[in-house]
């Protein structure tokens, strides 16, 4: 199975900082790569697909990139309501879908 | 609109079997593929397994032999039973489907419901 290895586990920022989550895959995925936030006892949100690609209705501060098997989500200018977990998912392994351990973004 | 919602007991005995529901509504189980993906509480998310479009199924290797996933296309439901229940499969489950059969990530998720094993 491809392991998702994502840092850091936990990140403090402030109102308009822009913050830069991480992925890194066990082997080359070739961007079948998803983005994923949760809200506490909230199900998990799609932010991002196919690595770089916005899902409908996601503000444009979000974003992601990478290739092979380094990946990052980056928000932009954070909002108050971007206080959640976000995940990582791989899916070029298909079916064995896995996930990062997340990573929990709080206020500074 | 999509709406996935799942249902079943809150509170199962260690060495039982579990039973989990998801009703769905706004897209066609026979178009569609939908996954189980459970979360124990304060921990990741571990993809289960899912039934295709066509009926078929697969599963996470490392839980496959306590594991089955079907259908009632005819009420839009998809059903797990998994048995040999421990402690560490008390978590929150959730099923969660793509807008397309063949998508590998998951645009609709139902709100969950959490199973406790325990005596």
């Known amino acids: 199975d491809i392991q998702m290895t994502q840092s850091p586990a936990s990140l403090s920022a402030s109102l308009g900082e822009t913050v830069t989550i991480e992925c890194r895959a066990s082997?080359?995925?070739?961007?079948?790569l998803a983005w994923y936030q949760q809200k506490p006892g909230k199900s998990p949100q799609l932010l991002i697909y196919n690595a770089n690609s916005l899902h409908t209705g996601v503000p444009s501060r979000f974003s992601g990139s990478g290739s092979g098997t380094q990946y990052s989500l980056k928000i932009n200018s954070l909002q108050s309501e971007d206080v959640a977990s976000y995940f990582c998912?791989?899916?070029?392994?298909?079916?064995?879908?896995?996930f990062g351990a997340g990573t929990k973004l709080e206020l500074k | 609109q999509v709406q996935l919602k799942e249902s079943g007991p809150g509170l199962v005995q260690p060495s039982q079997t579990l039973s989990l529901t998801c009703t769905v509504s706004g897209l066609s189980l026979t178009s569609n593929s939908v996954s189980w993906i459970r979360q124990p509480p304060g921990k990741g998310l571990e993809w289960m397994g899912v039934?295709?479009?066509?009926?078929?199924?697969d599963y996470n290797s490392a839980i496959k032999s306590r594991l089955s996933i079907s259908r009632d296309t005819s009420k839009s439901q998809v059903f797990l039973k998994m048995n040999s229940l421990q402690t560490e499969d008390t978590a929150m489950y959730f099923c969660a489907s793509g807008t397309r059969v063949y998508d590998g990530w998951f645009a609709y998720w139902g709100q969950g419901t959490l199973v406790t094993v325990s005596s």
């Open positions: 039934i295709w479009s066509n009926g078929g199924t």
């Open positions: 998912q791989q899916y070029y392994d298909y079916p064995m879908y896995t």
């Open positions: 082997e080359d995925i070739y961007n079948g």
